[in-house]
């Protein structure tokens, strides 16, 4: 099947800092990326839709300038965490549909385990 | 607003049994539902999925059913095995068959297997 890999697997910041995270489709391209957060013991919350070539969406909620998210190519979305704090502490696992098999079948990302200390 | 939920957070399992994992969800518009697993530190691995013009589904030692009247959801796993134990989650695809659709999880539950 698809694969879709992130990197990096785990990061440790220290708070006020960025943090890049990388989200690759390894053989296959992808219009549209999504990211997900998860905290302990909790379901995976959508984030924000990425979409190559123009501005993602965002969910309710979700702040835009903190989270930045850019789709640079069909391979590649980056979620960039800005002024990390302790509460962005959390599992951060992308998506990612291969449209050329079927449409609504999403490959999901290994994860990123951020820390911010 | 819209969501999909667990009716159990938890389940216990003798190896060997089968198990019964339940969800329910409110957007009765919802066309497409997957199960997935997650395996701690993972992401989340696809499982089953059903579209709702089914209400039964058979993969390899897991079924899917879909009650669309009361908007419930059931993974059946038999012969429950070890391997089997990691969290499910039921999950919704909000915007049918396009390719920005979005998929949105269940609360999940946590499956364990007794030896």
């Known amino acids: 099947g698809a694969v879709v890999s992130q990197h990096p697997s785990w990061v440790i910041c220290k708070s006020g800092t960025s943090v890049k995270i990388e989200c690759r489709s390894l053989?296959?391209?992808?219009?549209?990326m999504f990211w997900y957060r998860q905290f302990p013991k909790q379901s995976l919350m959508l984030m924000a839709t990425?979409?190559?070539?123009?501005?993602?969406?965002?969910e309710q909620g979700v702040e835009k300038d903190k989270f930045l998210i850019n789709h640079a190519s069909l391979t590649l979305s980056t979620l960039t965490v800005t002024s990390a704090h302790p509460e962005d502490s959390s599992f951060y696992i992308c998506?990612?549909?291969?449209?050329?098999?079927?449409?609504?079948?999403?490959?999901f990302g290994p994860g990123t385990r951020l820390t911010v200390l | 607003g819209e969501s999909v939920g667990l009716h159990l957070p938890t389940l216990s399992v003798q190896e060997g049994d089968n198990s019964i994992i339940n969800c329910a969800y409110s957007?009765?518009?919802?066309?497409?539902f997957i199960w997935y697993k997650q395996e701690s530190g993972k992401g989340p691995q696809f499982i089953i999925d059903?579209?709702?013009?089914?209400d039964k589904r058979q993969g390899q030692r897991v079924t899917v059913l879909l009650n669309k009247t009361v908007k419930h959801l059931s993974l059946q796993i038999a012969a429950t095995q070890p391997g089997d134990s990691a969290v499910y989650f039921c999950?919704?695809?909000?915007?049918?068959?396009?390719?920005?659709?979005?998929?949105?999880f269940g609360s999940g539950t946590r499956l364990s297997i007794r030896p």
């Open positions: 999950a919704e695809n909000i915007e049918g068959y396009s390719s920005a659709s979005k998929i949105i």
């Open positions: 990425s979409n190559e070539g123009s501005k993602a969406t965002y």
């Open positions: 998506s990612a549909p291969d449209i050329m098999r079927t449409a609504d079948t999403q490959y």
């Open positions: 957007n009765s518009a919802s066309d497409y």
């Open positions: 059903i579209r709702s013009n089914m």
């Open positions: 053989d296959f391209q992808a219009t549209t």
